[in-house]
């Protein structure tokens, strides 16, 4: 088994760690959770990256999510290559951005408009914000575990009472503002109701990965989905879609069409535009139009709908309507997936797997988790060791148990086997103990 030699890696972290905090730019990127050193990579193709001291390796994060088509497709290298020589950004209006607009209108019927920001960051914040001016009321309603991005509001954990009010995961968010959110377990429909019974009058709205993707993957029930949007429905809330994870990964219409719920809103991300630096939201009409011009909710942006992204993501979105490459995405990680259990099981190892379309997970288990306490239960000594070897090996798994793995149209028979049999190997020398 080959293990890469990392030496300019090691170095690079240790610069960059000289000039930002923690090395990194995100904070997942510094390998704190499996206690090793990130790598850097230099350029990356099809299946493969190649790091900075030109190791290979095949990833099965792909910038989480959008290198859905592979690395450095020719059809999306080509569309932004053509639109920088037009030009990078104008801060004004472009056709691109009506061009993306359609597609994704064309491939998820529940958003009827829909507007361009710059990460699913940002997306999600203005979701929360125009639901709050749409119905006139504060109160929002989250899942523990589901990450909606850094902001105040969402950086919020459960209190000691199922029903308390919310308390700032993060020093520097305000507890005034806290007190607006109410987080409870994902999948837990009698958390929810006890809580929606309580704060319902003044309830702006319910948001919510349908499928999961920052605890790992874990899938909405789609009973408890449905209750979210039969109790929001009832009582004129917002049910907003997250699927800045699953959007484009799962299936054409994201969550929303494999479980035949529709939201109100819904949260895009970085997939829309071929990997580039983009978000974006949409839904109801009548919602959407109460949002600045057309209406009093403000949000604004020099660089949304940057000519750039919309290049790559036009480029991207019309390579997913024409392949629809979804059931073979979910044929592969099925036979990843599987091969993998094989192996742990055989070896007395407990492990649990779970897919849609190009979203995949697998804990070190024996019961596959329903949320993110089940999560946090699974071993992390064994994950850590695995993970660590993996990547020594040339295989690129997310740093993280508590982050989804996804899989490309360019992941073929050669690399299901080369990963398996690495697997295998790794297995035979042992990750059950401190390495």
Not at 319 to 330: G, Y
Not at 388 to 405: L, T
């Amino acid at each position: 088994m080959k293990h890469n030699k990392i030496d300019k890696s090691i170095a690079l972290f240790k610069e960059a760690k000289t000039l930002m905090p923690g090395g990194v730019n995100s904070p997942v990127r510094a390998f704190k959770n499996i206690n090793g050193n990130p790598i850097f990579f230099e350029r990356a193709s099809g299946a493969y990256l190649y790091d900075a001291d030109h190791n290979e390796y095949i990833d099965y994060i792909g910038s989480w999510g959008p290198m859905i088509m592979g690395h450095s497709h020719p059809d999306i290298v080509s569309a932004i290559k053509n639109q920088v020589e037009l030009g990078t950004s104008y801060g004004a209006p472009t056709s691109l951005e009506s061009d993306v607009a359609r597609l994704i209108k064309k491939c998820i019927p529940s958003i009827e408009k829909i507007r361009m920001v710059n990460s699913g960051t940002e997306a999600t914040m203005t979701t929360i914000r125009l639901a709050r001016g749409f119905t006139g009321r504060n109160k929002i309603i989250k899942f523990d575990g589901c990450y909606h991005g850094h902001v105040d509001s969402l950086l919020i954990k459960a209190g000691s009472g199922v029903a308390t009010f919310g308390l700032p995961d993060s020093p520097g968010v305000p507890a005034d503002l806290a007190k607006y959110t109410f987080s409870c377990e994902y999948n837990n429909k009698e958390q929810f109701l006890e809580i929606y019974n309580e704060i319902k009058d003044d309830l702006a709205a319910v948001i919510v990965e349908p499928i999961a993707g920052n605890m790992g993957f874990v899938p909405g029930n789609e009973d408890f989905l449905k209750l979210l949007r039969e109790t929001t429905s009832a009582n004129n809330s917002i049910l907003i879609f997250d699927e800045v994870m699953s959007g484009f990964r799962v299936s054409l219409g994201g969550a929303q069409e494999i479980y035949n719920i529709t939201p109100d809103l819904t949260a895009l991300g970085k997939v829309i535009g071929g990997g580039l630096p983009v978000g974006a939201f949409g839904g109801k009409e009548e919602i959407m139009n109460y949002l600045a011009p057309s209406g009093p909710v403000y949000q604004a942006g020099t660089l949304s709908g940057n000519p750039l992204a919309m290049a790559g993501g036009t480029a991207l979105l019309q390579l997913l309507i024409k392949e629809n490459p979804f059931k073979e995405l979910e044929k592969n990680a099925s036979v990843l997936l599987e091969g993998m259990k094989a192996l742990m099981i055989e070896s007395g190892i407990p492990f649990s797997i779970n897919r849609i379309g190009g979203m995949f997970g697998f804990f070190f288990s024996e019961e596959l988790p329903n949320n993110i306490n089940d999560v946090a239960k699974t071993d992390d000594v064994i994950f850590s060791n695995f993970l660590n070897s993996c990547i020594r090996s040339g295989i690129y798994f997310a740093p993280s148990k508590y982050e989804a793995g996804f899989i490309s149209a360019m992941h073929k028979d050669e690399e299901i086997n080369r990963t398996l049999e690495t697997v295998k190997q790794i297995i035979q020398k042992g990750i059950t103990n401190e390495i």
